[in-house]
């Protein structure tokens, strides 16, 4: 990931930020009848208030795969999702939504479960969660860190 100033300009709100939704249900699902793993990610990006660039600079997908993503024309992988979820801020009940919608679940097996686990359960509600803190982490235990932008170009 770059380690640029920009990205220290690119901020979501953490929830606590955030007005308390009114209800929990339609703040998770948008009551959207046939809801799709896309529409509710194209609902949380746009929530977020970064655009498809800036989501791009952030996770290292390209503005064209997040496209595809949000269209439910590409399946996400499941190491994208985890960075998509930690970008964007997501309250861990938005999270659970988000994989419901994918064969994906964070494994007790990764070597990798507990760090992603602290991430997911704190990038809604603490600052220093973020993808690039996430990645700094995983290498300073020598674990296999989540996908780099270089390695994404073009084949999310």
């Known amino acids: 990931f770059p380690m640029n100033n920009e990205k220290t300009k690119?901020?979501?709100?953490?929830?606590?930020?955030?007005?308390?939704?009114?209800?929990y249900e339609t703040y998770i699902n948008g009551a959207v009848p046939n809801d799709t793993f896309g529409k509710a990610l194209k609902r949380y990006a746009k929530e977020s208030g970064l655009t498809q660039g800036q989501i791009a600079?952030?996770?290292?997908?390209?503005?064209?795969?997040?496209?595809?993503?949000?269209?439910?024309?590409?399946?996400?992988?499941?190491?994208y999702l985890i960075i998509l979820c930690?970008?964007?801020r997501l309250h861990p009940m938005r999270q659970k939504y988000l994989f419901s919608f994918t064969p994906y679940k964070v494994?007790?097996?990764?070597?990798?479960?507990?760090?992603?686990?602290?991430f997911l359960a704190g990038c809604a509600f603490m600052e220093k969660y973020t993808v690039e803190a996430l990645c700094e982490k995983l290498r300073a235990e020598n674990k296999e860190p989540l996908i780099?932008?270089?390695?994404?170009?073009?084949n999310e």
């Open 107 to 118: 494994c007790k097996s990764d070597p990798r479960y507990y760090i992603i686990k602290s």
């Open 57 to 79: 600079e952030l996770t290292g997908i390209s503005r064209s795969g997040f496209y595809y993503y949000c269209k439910d024309q590409r399946k996400i992988g499941y190491e």
């Open 148 to 154: 780099s932008k270089k390695e994404t170009s073009g």
């Open 86 to 88: 930690i970008a964007l």
């Open 10 to 23: 690119l901020r979501v709100p953490l929830f606590t930020e955030r007005e308390e939704p009114e209800n």
